[in-house]
Structure formats: structure tokens, C-alpha cells
């Protein structure tokens, strides 16, 4: 789904999310995508996408990173591990957090 087009930060922004790691808050956001099964969001995530997910280990980061996403929002508060912040800051990944569920958060993005 096409979203009004953003920055990173701005998204962050609006949605009141918390920033984990703001890589380049200047990346554009284009699109949402949810998911949690890594396989199919490395297959299905656009480019450029706000990706809502509750996931929140290192595999993330590697597949935020081989799908070009542009921010990962992790949903319901769930808390990133060390690994994958260090893995975030070490190749350039925006990372948020909101204690929003998944669903909401995506009605958000999308208004």
C-alpha cells in the first residue's frame, strides 16, 4: 500500500514512535508491510517500506537489510536484543518502537 511519502523521521514523528537506532532519518518511506515470518518479508517487503513486526532478534537486521527497508517499527513494545541494535547501528538500519499492536500501527501508517 502507498503511503504519503516521508522521512523516516518524520514518520517517527507523527507516530510518537521511539527511536532505537535513527541510521538516516532522512530515508524516504514510501509503503507499510507487516509480518513476522523473515522468509516471506525478505521475498514480499518492498523497498523503502516502514516494516511493522514484533520480531526483534539480529535475523531482522539481516533481512531488513537484503529487502532495502526503510525503517523497521517494532510493535507492542517489543524489546530489541543487544545483538541486533549493535547489528542495526553497524550497517544502517532506523529502528522504532511503539507499545502500539500491529494492527493499529498500520492503520496509523496508512492514515
Same mark, same amino acid.
Not at 500500500?1 to 504519503?4: A, H, L, R, V
Not at 518524520?10 to 541510521?23: C, F, M, Y
Not at 507487516?34 to 525478505?42: E, F, N, Q, R, Y
Given at each position: 500500500? =502507498? +503511503? $504519503?511519502n516521508r522521512t523516516a523521521a =518524520?514518520? %517517527?514523528?507523527? @507516530?510518537? *514512535?521511539? /527511536? *532505537?537506532?535513527?541510521?538516516d532519518g532522512e530515508r524516504s518511506i514510501t509503503c507499510g508491510y %507487516?509480518?513476522? @515470518? *523473515?522468509? !516471506? /518479508?525478505?521475498g514480499r517487503a518492498p523497498a523503502d517500506?516502514? !516494516?511493522v513486526t514484533v520480531m526483534s532478534n539480529v535475523n531482522v537486521i539481516a533481512v531488513a537489510s @537484503?529487502?532495502?527497508v526503510g525503517c523497521v517499527i517494532l510493535a507492542e513494545n517489543a524489546e530489541l536484543d543487544a545483538a541486533a541494535l549493535? $547489528?542495526? +547501528? %553497524? /550497517?544502517g538500519i532506523n529502528i522504532y518502537r511503539t507499545e502500539l499492536p500491529v494492527f493499529d500501527l498500520c492503520a496509523k +501508517? %496508512?492514515?
Open positions: 500500500m =502507498q +503511503i $504519503k =518524520q514518520l %517517527a514523528a507523527e @507516530l510518537g *514512535l521511539e /527511536v *532505537l537506532n535513527e541510521a %507487516a509480518g513476522d @515470518l *523473515l522468509s !516471506w /518479508v525478505m517500506c516502514a !516494516w @537484503l529487502a532495502d549493535e $547489528k542495526a +547501528i %553497524a /550497517v +501508517i %496508512a492514515n
